[in-house]
């Protein structure tokens, strides 16, 4: 087989922050993380609206992950 | 007799669920409570599939490429071609050309394995989408999860591959306090298991559907009113519909499970922020 040039690998290529996959998973985690701090807070404190708190705060901060990861500037 | 006093009769059609997964032991059917749970002693057909899968990706890719011609001949050319598509697009493309090479065995092991075991959701007689078990596949992820840890820990030491998971790319600041937990969850915890979960959830949720086809219409042509028969044969034809559509379904799930492999295997190795 004829000798290619070096394929950069997917994370070596400039343009390319991250995938979709990097913000998909970050909302879910935030969801998750947050979510469960919410939740925790709620069982120790007797509240119940915590929760719902915790999971849009975790939404925000997933959001935010995510554009800081592919729009901000470097 | 009017459509509505000739409808279908809820009770007398039990429909499919999670627990037709459920395959019984191939021979004595013994039983033993280990930690409040009841577990089988016997070989059940996924099982038994999985080894034969195991047996027929070995055997294939042996016997095509023994003779090692320089002008290949068929067989020979089809595992080339096979193994090529996954070393390339999924190995080279994804982990860059500089170390892909360590991991194109576990990968192209893994995809034909995952698509034969796929695929044998669609092939007669056999019938069973071996990934429809969730332990199956939670394995799977897991081993993925180690090699992912395991190959990002040699290339940045303990600590910098945690560095490197836990901090996100172009965040300062004292906001990185909340975003540390959210980023090394999302690399660490999310990834393995949506990557289990979406194998899982597509070969079970393809195969129930399947079943729910055919056993429907199957009930609707023998034990209907005869204005409702019509309807199992439209049951059928979207059966056989659906069948195709699971073909695809099959290669694409094998086809993203390894594909999500190689970008995790590249994130964890690659020398970004």
Redesign the interface.
Known sequence: MAQ?P???????VPTS???A??A???L???V???GLIGWALDSWLGTSFLVVVGILA?AG??I??TW??FI?P? | MSIATSSIRAEGFTPPGPGDFNLPPIGPDKTFDWLGQTHYIGVTKPMLQLVLAGVLVFGFFYIAARRQAMVPGRLQFMGEQAYGFVRNSMGRDIIGSHDFMRFVPYLFALFFFILVNNVFATIPFIQFPTFSRSGMVYSLALLSWLIYNAVGIKAHGFLGYLKHQSVPAGVTGPILGLLIPLEFISNIIVRPVTLALRLFANMLAGHLLLILFALGGEYLLLESAALIKPVGILAWLLFIAISFLELLVQFLQAYVFVLLNAMYISGAVSEEH
Request: proline share 6%; no cysteine.
């Open positions: 290619r070096p394929v950069p690998s997917h994370s070596e922050r991250g995938d996959w990097h998909f998973g970050a879910a985690a935030g998750l993380v947050y975790g901060l997933g935010f992950m800081k990861r901000a470097q």
